[in-house]
């Protein structure tokens, strides 16, 4: 059974960085297709960043320019790095994989098999 535990979460201020990660376990070291989704309460949950299993990456255009998502192959582990955070983007932050894509489908929820607990994120203006 794969499972992914997020970290990095926490709270800043407007135009303030965070780096979360998300790590697989539980199955032998692969690649996986993954995508960070968030939800604020009251809103559906969206996705935000994308990786393939080939590394091409995606992004909804709210945080294009701010957020980068990335692969650590030796530590098997996808970032995503924020900058210029905004009191917007303040929500619960989800790792989610499936097993091989090419480009991450941010809006296909049902193409994501397994989900982690998820790390909040607060941005205060």
């Known amino acids: 059974q794969l499972r992914l535990t997020e970290s990095g979460g926490g709270s800043v201020q407007t135009g303030g960085s965070l780096r979360l990660s998300c790590t697989p376990s539980?199955?032998?070291?692969?690649?996986?297709?993954i995508v960070w989704f968030r939800q604020a309460p009251g809103n559906e949950r969206e996705g935000v960043a994308g990786?393939?299993?080939?590394?091409?990456?995606s992004y909804t255009d709210s945080v294009k320019g701010r957020f980068t998502i990335s692969r650590d192959n030796a530590k098997n582990t996808v970032y995503l790095q924020m900058n210029s955070l905004k009191p917007e983007d303040s929500a619960m932050y989800y790792c989610?994989?499936?097993?091989?894509?090419?480009?991450?489908?941010?809006?296909?929820?049902?193409?994501?098999?397994?989900w982690g607990q998820g790390t909040q994120v607060t941005v205060s203006s």
């Open positions: 989610a994989a499936a097993g091989w894509c090419r480009t991450a489908p941010l809006s296909q929820r049902d193409a994501y098999d397994w």
């Open positions: 539980g199955v032998p070291d692969r690649t996986y297709c």
């Open positions: 990786i393939g299993n080939d590394g091409r990456t």
